[in-house]
């Protein structure tokens, strides 16, 4: 073992940390979507295929090897939408990252979801990122306001022309409302999920955008990210998320910080 650490050079230290690092990101941008179900299917027809030569099942064997030879091609286009995904986010800088107007905003975001979850007013949210929405804003009507709680929460009212669609918020600035976004054809997303919640899904697997969603049923809060959604969101939870999210750097440092004291 030491022999084989002496003779490594620095350069394979490195590539080895590199690979590493992008298989983390990878499953991090995959967790929790239906990319997962099927990277699992995969992985099981390698082992049947191992398996098949084996026990000398020829005719299995010959045609999973078909079906393998060809496997980077079928990834591109089975997992085409989560490359997509990834290729966007790419350097992304999330508006402001950890500005204070961006916390601001945040807390605004927070504000006005909790209150229409007490007063169950149905309402989505989307936070843009680096992703242009240009054709989503198109669907919508175009404000261009500052964000704030009393206007979020009026813009959702049953009374408002705007209250179906969702709102856009860009670079800091409520961009356009009452947008309409494209649903989600997961077919894993769960069958109590409505409409609004399709369509919180289905723009964060078109884009890097971030969508908070209160359902009119139950007023519960909801975040979707890359395709995933997180359910029932209090206050405090909403607040984590999302400064988690928007403030990155200081998500890593907490994530070092439990590291250290867990070893």
Not at 64 to 78: A, N
Not at 151 to 162: H, N, R, W
Not at 183 to 205: F, M, Q, V
Request: with cysteine; glycine share 8%; proline share 3%.
């Amino acid at each position: 073992m030491f022999e084989l650490l002496k003779s490594m050079r620095w350069q394979d230290f490195a590539d080895i940390l590199i690979v590493a690092f992008i298989i983390y990101q990878v499953i991090l941008l995959i967790r929790g979507t239906r990319a997962v179900q099927m990277l699992v299917g995969i992985a099981v027809l390698i082992v049947v295929y191992f398996g098949a030569r084996e026990l000398e099942l020829m005719t299995l064997y010959w045609l999973l090897g078909t079906f393998l030879s060809s496997i980077f091609l079928i990834i591109i286009i089975v997992f085409q939408r989560d490359i997509r995904r990834a290729l966007t986010q790419v350097g992304q800088t999330p508006f402001s990252k950890g500005s204070t107007e961006t916390l601001r905003i945040i807390e605004e975001v927070i504000g006005a979801a909790t209150e229409m979850s007490r007063k169950r007013i149905g309402a989505l949210i989307v936070l843009a990122r680096d992703t242009g929405m240009k054709d989503y804003e198109d669907t919508g009507q175009m404000l261009d306001a500052k964000v704030s709680k009393p206007l979020l929460v009026s813009l959702f009212q049953p009374s408002s022309p705007l209250h179906d669609g969702s709102v856009i918020i860009h670079e800091d600035r409520i961009s356009y409302a009452g947008c309409v976004m494209p649903l989600s054809k997961n077919p894993y997303i769960g069958k109590n999920l409505g409409t609004r919640h399709r369509a919180a899904i289905g723009i964060s697997e078109e884009t890097d955008g971030i969508s908070v969603i209160v359902s009119e049923e139950t007023g519960h809060i909801s975040l979707a990210q890359h395709g995933a959604i997180t359910a029932n969101l209090d206050e405090a939870g909403l607040r984590s998320r999302l400064k988690a999210i928007f403030s990155p750097r200081d998500n890593r440092k907490l994530i070092w910080k439990t590291w250290l004291n867990r070893s």
